[in-house]
T-cell receptor, first 116, second 114 residues
Framework: AQKVTQAQTEISVVEKEDVTLDCVYE???????LFWYKQPPSGELVFLIR??????QNEISGRYSWNFQKSTSSFNFTITASQVVDSAVYFC?????????????FGAGTRLAVHP | DAGVIQSPRHEVTEMGQEVTLRCKPI?????LFWYRQTMMRGLELLIY????????DSGMPEDRFSAKMPNASFSTLKIQPSEPRDSAVYFC????????????FGPGTRLTVT
């Protein structure tokens, strides 16, 4: 069975601090995909990144970076020099193929509060 | 370009009433998804369509829920009869690259069943 664990329910930081959001996954698939989505206070989810299981290269996009480690089944997300606008709920998700269909499950989310 | 459009944004109804949620996907996207978000269960995929055809409805909680996509620009999620435990935020999303690609979410419909 597939599972995504985001152990950090809430994180509170002060602006300009670096913060890492953890994501640990479980799957028996050899081919799978990992995602991060952001849900700002306005409500709609916004896609941030997708990684497939064969690409362990870390990714950097501006102040955002992602660390994919298959050895520890983790796909962690780091925000450097956090800003108030980063305040949101962040979801990690795992996609794969099961029972004849593509499947996608989301973690419980981590609520990040960045204070001025 | 307009994003995914959902209506209504808020719905309050009494138990036993029929509720219909509506979604207009982004033009050109041939995948449409319905999700439900609750505090207890998090974000769950209910059903998704490809080219207006339902592909996987295994996430639909029970027979009281039904979804249709009569054309490429419109989908509905209906709950009949509604129950208080159906209270949640319902999201519609669309994509041109499938369930495992980048999805574009609508603003959601907050449903309250009293």
């Amino acid at each position: 069975a597939q599972k995504v664990t985001q152990a950090q329910t809430e994180i509170s930081v002060v602006e300009k601090e670096d913060v890492t959001l953890d994501c640990v996954y479980e799957t028996r698939d050899t081919t799978y995909y990992l995602f991060w989505y952001k849900q700002p206070p306005s409500g709609e989810l916004v896609f941030l990144i997708r990684r497939n299981s064969f690409d362990e290269q870390n990714e950097i996009s501006g102040r955002y970076s992602w660390n994919f480690q298959k050895s520890t089944s983790s796909f962690n997300f780091t925000i450097t020099a956090s800003q108030v606008v980063d305040s949101a709920v962040y979801f990690c998700a795992l996609g794969g193929f099961s029972g004849g269909y593509n499947k996608l499950i989301f973690g419980a989310g981590t609520r990040l509060a960045v204070h001025p | 370009d307009a994003g995914v459009i959902q209506s209504p944004r808020h719905e309050v109804t009494e138990m036993g009433q029929e509720v219909t949620l509506r979604c207009k996907p982004i033009s050109g996207h041939d995948y449409l998804f319905w999700y439900r978000q609750t505090m207890m269960r998090g974000l769950e995929l209910l059903i998704y369509f490809n080219n207006n055809v339902p592909i996987d409805d295994s996430g639909m909680p029970e027979d009281r829920f039904s979804a249709k996509m009569p054309n490429a620009s419109f989908s509905t999620l209906k709950i009949q009869p509604s129950e208080p435990r159906d209270s949640a935020v319902y999201f519609c999303a669309s994509s041109f690259s499938g369930l495992l690609g980048e999805q574009y979410f609508g603003p959601g419909t907050r449903l309250t069943v009293t």
